[in-house]
């Protein structure tokens, strides 16, 4: 009798991520750049990042990030391509959406938890277009917006990482998150930074649920 076969590694067993979602307010500034700074030039993945800022001012993300980033970084553009490999910020004042054949979207629909762009926009239409290859992050900030996206994106069967709303400029995001929908992986930007990276070779961290 032949012996069984073993089981695959919950890792070998998931889908390869192929959209990285990043939701992110006060005090993101500091902890993208730990995140993005980790990350190789040979990335797999595309990241949209939907970072809370004044709708009346210019958006300064792209020339502050790119020079912290290996990969390409810029602003989120109506109907382009997610293209793997590629850092997207949302535009001042618009929502970012995810369409189911993978491109953008933006739309000046009312605010959600008071936010233009909402990371809850981002999380849901992202989990409907990519679902078991999302993996959605949750960073810190003084709101809820994100923790309904961060539930879909788990029904949907996308993975979700939050900060450790301990390591937080601003608790709130993270405690939502958590308290609403859970996550697959809870720890600070060092950490998160480093299993982020790991991506490229398709290496994920232990899951453990909340």
């Known amino acids: ?24 307010s006060a005090g993101g500034v500091e902890v993208l750049s730990t995140l993005l700074g980790a990350l190789p030039a040979g990335f797999p993945a595309a990241l949209a990042i939907v970072l809370h800022i004044p709708p009346d001012r210019d958006s300064l993300l792209t020339s502050l990030f790119a020079p912290r980033c290996a990969l390409p970084v810029q602003e989120v553009e109506d109907k382009a391509p ?19 054949d993978r491109s953008f979207a933006l739309s000046q629909d009312e605010a959600v938890n008071f ?12 989990a409907v277009a990519y679902r078991e290859q999302l993996l959605a992050i949750i960073l810190t900030g003084g709101s809820a917006d994100g923790a309904d996206g961060l539930q879909t994106v788990r029904q949907m069967g996308g993975r979700a990482w939050v900060q450790d709303p301990a390591s937080a400029d601003a608790p709130a995001m993270p405690s ?15 950490a998160l930074a480093r299993s982020l990276a790991a991506l490229t070779h398709s290496m994920l961290p232990e899951s453990r649920d909340r």
Do not use: C, K, Q
């Open 176 to 190: 939502f998150a958590i308290e609403r929908a859970g996550a697959d992986l809870v720890t600070g930007p060092a």
């Open 115 to 126: 936010s233009r762009p909402s990371i809850d926009l981002l999380f849901e239409s992202a």
């Open 1 to 24: 009798m032949n012996p069984p076969r073993p089981s695959p590694s919950p890792a070998a067993a998931r889908p390869r991520v192929e959209l990285v979602a990043i939701g992110a």
């Open 82 to 100: 997610i293209e793997p490999g590629t850092v997207y910020f949302a535009a001042p004042d618009y929502h970012m959406l995810v369409e189911p």
